[in-house]
């Protein structure tokens, strides 16, 4: 077993703090790879408070994670010692079912394992994430990472670039579709600048006047006030698309009333609340309202390869370790451009 340091939740209401606990050795298919950088995500934040359920304390969260090689298993054959590697929100799947030969891990139909916070197949130990200096993962779960981008600002790409690139895909958006975007956040800030990327003309549709500006340095095209009737009306049966990437209570059928005839709202957040939604919306538009989760590892290492062919990194703040409390604190109030990542060479000293 490999000794190692992380930060953790240990119960729904106290702050994350230094937790050391052990890794399974390296075996013949796995990569042991240093940790560099870890974004934090809203899940992170959602699980670490015990909001979604089913919490496995203590958790050590994290699914962006980025670091160097440094061990790999003797049956190994694409990663070698010294390689940059990411891992992103899965570390196993059944890979036998129908939607793992497909190579969409994601909907697993036994069940994906998480990063973290999912029984570890072989152990009695839950995964653990990558809030920590180190990660033992098969290598059919790791990505290749390119030597020369922003390696703390490819972190994020691992959950918020993929689970907005996957549905850009799906649904071959492209030159000359109108696609909105509900959300300028970690996703929604990846969704404006993929979507742009692809050849469609993007708009931001917010609540926040003031985020027009951040809006438009991203990528958008346009930009809707949602509270403002008459810049709505403007834009109402208009979308081909809308990226929906808001996890708060919203209308549905507000939103769903901006697509033209046969447009589709992806949802991508999780709200706590069963939304709204008037069927006729739908019907009398042959509209359709769909979902997507994050992607399958094949498509995670084509998102990877096309940011960087394309120069598209997130927007981030770096912070230490020590200060991930007040950066949920933060996330919480809204106060990040766009994404929070961790410098993990700042974990030592607090767990020295």
């Known amino acids: 077993m490999l000794a190692t340091k992380g930060y953790a939740a240990f119960d729904p209401n106290s702050p994350l703090a230094p937790f050391n606990f052990q890794r399974r ?3 013949p298919h796995d990569v042991l790879i240093e940790i560099q950088f870890c974004g934090v995500c809203h899940s992170d934040l959602h699980t670490a408070k ?3 359920g089913g919490a496995n304390y203590p958790v050590v969260p994290g699914h962006e994670i980025v670091g160097r090689v440094v061990r790999v298993g003797e049956h190994v054959q694409n990663f070698k010692e010294g390689d940059l590697a990411g891992v992103g929100c899965m570390v196993d799947s059944c890979q036998s079912c129908p939607s793992c030969s497909d190579g969409y891990e994601q909907y697993c139909e036994n069940g994906f394992t998480g990063t973290y916070n999912s029984p570890e197949k072989g152990l009695d130990t839950p995964t653990y994430g990558g809030y920590s200096n180190q990660i033992v993962v098969s290598e059919k779960f790791v990505l290749k990472i390119r030597e020369d981008q922003d390696l703390a600002r490819v972190a994020p790409l691992l959950c918020a670039g993929i689970t907005t690139y996957s549905p850009l895909r799906h649904w071959k958006v492209g030159q000359g579709h109108k696609v909105g975007v509900v959300g300028l956040g970690g996703l929604g800030h990846m969704a404006v600048k993929l979507a742009a990327s692809m050849g ?3 708009t931001v549709l917010s609540t926040s006047p003031n985020k027009e500006a951040d809006a438009q340095s991203l990528g958008a095209h346009k930009f ?7 810049a709505l009306k403007q834009v109402r049966g208009y979308f081909d698309f809308i990226i929906n990437t808001v996890s708060a209570k919203v209308s549905l059928d507000m939103y769903a009333g901006l ?8 949802l991508l957040g999780v709200p ?5 939604l008037h069927a006729g919306t739908l019907i009398f538009g042959r509209r359709s309202i769909a979902g ?9 290492q084509e998102m990877l ?10 927007d981030i703040e770096v912070i230490n370790m020590s200060q991930i409390n007040t950066a949920y604190d933060r996330m919480l109030a809204g106060d990040v451009k766009y994404r929070f990542v961790i410098d993990m060479a700042t974990l030592e000293p607090e767990n020295a």
């Open 25 to 27: 050795d390296v075996g």
């Open 50 to 52: 015990g909001e979604w």
């Open 200 to 202: 469609a003309e993007v």
């Open 224 to 230: 809707v006030v949602t509270k403002d009737e008459n």
């Open 259 to 266: 697509l033209r005839r046969d447009g589709t709202m992806i």
């Open 272 to 276: 706590p609340e069963a939304p709204e």
């Open 292 to 300: 997507s989760l994050i992607g399958g590892i094949a498509e995670t």
């Open 305 to 314: 390869d096309y940011c960087a062919e394309h120069n598209i990194l997130s």
